[in-house]
């Protein structure tokens, strides 16, 4: 039994080491006046594919931004790119 408490707690921490960090790049627009604007944002691990991704970014825009589509998810290593892109929206929402 004081084994048992340790292990689990090891098994805790590595699991939440392993789990990789998931982005998305998308477009958005708002309408009158036409507005558009392409972004980045950090997405659960359990959404990092285009399809499910589209949900999760779409529920996190705010001030009448509406999603039109998602790019592409990506991990970590693609961030520094597409900073500038992004500006102000970079890791906004």
Known sequence: MRYL?????ALLLSATAAQAECYADYKAKQDNPLRLHYGVMQIPDSACS?????????????????LLNVVSVF???GL?????????FFLRY
């Open 5 to 9: 408490v340790p292990l689990l707690g």
């Open 50 to 66: 285009a399809g499910a991704a589209a949900g999760v970014v779409a529920g996190r825009l705010q001030d009448g931004w509406q």
């Open 75 to 77: 991990g970590p290593e």
């Open 80 to 88: 520094s790119e597409r900073r500038a892109s992004a500006g102000a």
